[in-house]
């Protein structure tokens, strides 16, 4: 399946739906690339919703997203499974106990252009976490995004 999925991200019909995608406000790559590997788990004969258990679209989809993780070392699969063999991550130095990041952050909102909305400059993090809105602001609640990705 990996040698599958590679293939087809690598073709030229795959690589102009990819780009397509980018051009549009509603997707991406990503959502394109999901549907690739349903596509790919379908020929291999995964179909059916998780009552069809082992051969269930679900789990080849499992199986195809894990099978690096399931096989560590084997150079062959690394080197099929693309979107392992060229992922960037890597650990952070942040570790439990650390003191946050005060990066620096955009407020949102309005029209304009500039650094950020209406030509606001980046401000630490932390001037929103305190409630120390710059001029002419009023003070907001910070959101933070965590996010992580598997496969």
Not at 12 to 39: I, M, S, T, V
Not at 42 to 66: P, Q, T
Not at 75 to 89: F, G, S, T
Request: aromatic letters at 4%; a positive charge; hydrophobic letters at 40%.
């Amino acid at each position: 399946m990996l040698r599958r999925e590679r293939a087809l991200r690598l073709s030229p019909r795959w690589q102009r739906r990819f780009a397509r995608a980018e051009l549009r406000a509603d997707r991406d790559w990503a959502d394109e690339a999901a549907l690739l590997q349903r596509e790919v788990v379908r020929a291999f004969g995964f179909r059916g919703g998780l009552e069809d258990g082992a051969r269930s679209e679900a789990h080849g989809l499992l199986l195809l997203r894990s099978a690096c993780q399931l096989h560590p070392g084997d150079a062959e699969m690394r080197d099929a499974a693309i979107h392992v063999k060229h992922n960037l991550a890597a650990d952070g130095r942040l570790r439990v106990g650390d003191d946050a990041p005060d990066p620096p952050l955009v407020p949102i909102g309005g029209g304009g252009g500039g650094a950020g909305a209406d030509g606001a400059a980046p401000r630490p993090l932390s001037s929103f976490l305190t409630g120390s809105p710059a001029a002419g602001e009023a003070a907001a609640k910070a959101l933070v995004v965590v996010s992580g990705s598997y496969s």
